[in-house]
Structures are given as C-alpha cells and as structure tokens.
C-alpha cells in the first residue's frame, strides 16, 4: 500500500473513533456537537498567522522586546496580547536566524506546530517526506523550497519532539530601515516563520 | 538534572509503548543546550495520565554528523527527556 493510501486509511480511522468519542460524550450529557464545534471556530478564529507577523514585526523595530521573545515567547506573545492560553502548558520558542545560522522547524514524530501563532499546519508540514527528509537533508529540502544558503551558514533543525513549540524569527530584508510595524508585518510569511523561506 | 553545556548520550528506547524519543536520536552523543523545566513524562502518560511523573526536559543538540554520517551537515536540536538521557564524559 502506498504511503498515501495508507494515510488515508489511517485519517478514516481517526475520523471513525472521534465520532464514536463525541457520540458517548453527548450521551453521557459531558459536551455537544454544537459545543464543540463553537470551541473549534473560536480557536481557529484567533489562529492566524498575522499573530506570528505581528511578534516578527515587533522584534525587529524593538530590541528590548526581541530579546524578551528569544528568552520567553509566551510572555513576548503575551505582551502582544495574543492567547496561547489554550495550550497553556506548552512553551513557545521564537529561535533567531542570523548570517551564521538558518533555523528550520519540523516535528517527525508527528506534527506538532505553533497553531496558535500561525494558523492550522500546512499539508506538507504534516507529509512523512517534509517530516523524514527535513532532519537527514536539510539543505536539499531548503532547495526545494527556492533556499539557497551560503556554505558557512549552519542549518539547525528544530525537531519539536515535546511540550515546545517552535517559530523562527526571520532575518529582517534589507532595505526596510524607513517602514513601520505594519507595513514590516506585511513582509513576513507563513514559510518564513517555518524556516522553508527567506525574506 | 543536566547542566547546559553537559555531555550526554541518548539510551535506547525503554518501551515498546509511546515514546518521544525519536528511533533516529537513540545512541547518539549530544550536548545539552537548555532545561526546559518539567513536564509529564509521556511514556507514563500514554499509558495512564495519573500516574505520569513530571520529568525534566532538555533541549539537546545533536551534529547531524553524529547521527547519520559523514554526509551530514549542521545541527539538530530536539527536546528529549531526562529518563531518555545518561551522562557522558
């Protein structure tokens, strides 16, 4: 079986399993169909990637709060008055790309991304081929993606394997000195946040 | 507890059940780069939530020379906890 068709099968079995938990749910009066899916539109709803713009915008005109995003991007999302308080556990990591490093995020177990900060994953970040073959040749997907690095930048991959989560914070263009925080936030993409672009 | 800056090495898998320890990070050496404090341990968890110990969780840093071969470039961080680690001189 292909790999394809395996991923279908497996969603379909997912799906069938989710149906018979919200079905006993609603049985045992704990939650509705209704409810849940309020809960869904409200979290996706607030989900967009301008919030991982806005973080990106804001660090690059403000040094004070690009070094509090680099040691707490909760707080620095916080500060921005955006809720991750849905994944209240879990910690969000803004890691810096530089002329020395290029970060790239992944999650190979599975496919673990900052929802919150960008919007439901695109379906190549949940492919077992983005997900294999960003950790073994990472400079050959970044190529796939239109990035090429100069040799002597280090790639680092984050494989968000637990309880962090991961954006990267891009290389602010140059030639930018003269815009405003909006106009900033307007350069910066969903890829880029992911590491599979540059600015 | 790891210090940043320690030495470690990734052990093998400890279950046939949920691990986060990824099969392509066991027995390779590492550094600890950041604690990123502690959180249920996710091999106890799957199997019962309640009885899951919070475990410390470190950021380790990996050359991908190390875990694949020579034709490997840069570096890989991932997030494993300390059960998974054991020091290494």
């Known amino acids: 079986m292909s790999a394809h068709m395996h991923d279908h099968r497996k969603s379909a079995e997912l799906s069938l399993r989710v149906k018979a938990l919200v079905a006993k749910l609603e049985e045992a009066k704990v939650t509705s169909e209704p409810e849940l899916d309020a809960l869904v539109e409200r979290f996706l709803s607030a989900s967009r990637p301008e919030n991982g713009y806005r973080i990106v915008a804001r660090a690059w005109i403000d040094p004070a709060f690009k070094a509090l995003a680099l040691r707490d991007g909760n707080a620095a999302a916080g500060r921005l008055g955006i809720d991750l308080s849905h994944w209240a556990p879990?910690?969000?990591?803004?890691?810096?790309?530089?002329?020395?490093?290029?970060?790239?995020?992944?999650?190979?177990?599975?496919?673990?991304?900052?929802?919150?900060?960008?919007?439901?994953?695109?379906?190549?970040?949940?492919?077992?081929?983005?997900?294999?073959?960003?950790?073994?040749?990472?400079?050959?997907?970044?190529?796939?993606?239109?990035?090429?690095?100069?040799?002597?930048?280090?790639?680092?991959?984050?494989?968000?394997?637990?309880?962090?989560?991961?954006?990267?914070?891009?290389?602010?263009?140059?030639?930018?000195?003269?815009?405003?925080?909006?106009?900033?936030?307007?350069?910066?993409?969903?890829?880029g946040l992911i590491g599979t672009a540059l600015l | 507890m790891f210090e940043r800056g320690s030495r470690v090495q990734t052990r093998k898998k400890q279950t046939r059940d949920h691990t986060r320890l990824p099969a392509y990070l066991q027995q390779k050496p590492g550094i600890v780069r950041e604690c990123l404090?502690?959180?249920?341990?996710?091999?106890?968890?799957?199997?019962?939530?309640?009885?899951?110990?919070?475990?410390?969780?470190?950021?380790?840093?990996?050359?991908?020379?190390?875990?694949?071969?020579?034709?490997g470039t840069g570096t890989i961080l991932a997030d494993l906890f300390e059960p998974y680690l054991e020091p290494q001189s």
């Open chain 1, 90 to 191: 879990v910690k969000l990591r803004i890691v810096e790309n530089t002329a020395a490093v290029h970060n790239l995020i992944v999650c190979t177990l599975c496919s673990c991304y900052p929802i919150a900060l960008l919007g439901p994953s695109p379906p190549w970040y949940k492919s077992a081929a983005y997900r294999s073959r960003a950790v073994r040749d990472p400079r050959g997907v970044l190529a796939e993606f239109g990035v090429t690095l100069p040799q002597n930048t280090n790639v680092a991959v984050w494989d968000s394997t637990a309880d962090a989560r991961y954006m990267v914070l891009p290389v602010r263009p140059a030639g930018t000195e003269n815009l405003g925080e909006e106009e900033l936030a307007r350069l910066v993409t969903r890829n």
């Open chain 2, 37 to 71: 404090g502690a959180f249920p341990f996710p091999d106890q968890n799957a199997v019962d939530p309640n009885r899951a110990d919070a475990v410390n969780l470190y950021t380790v840093e990996f050359s991908a020379r190390d875990v694949w071969d020579s034709s």
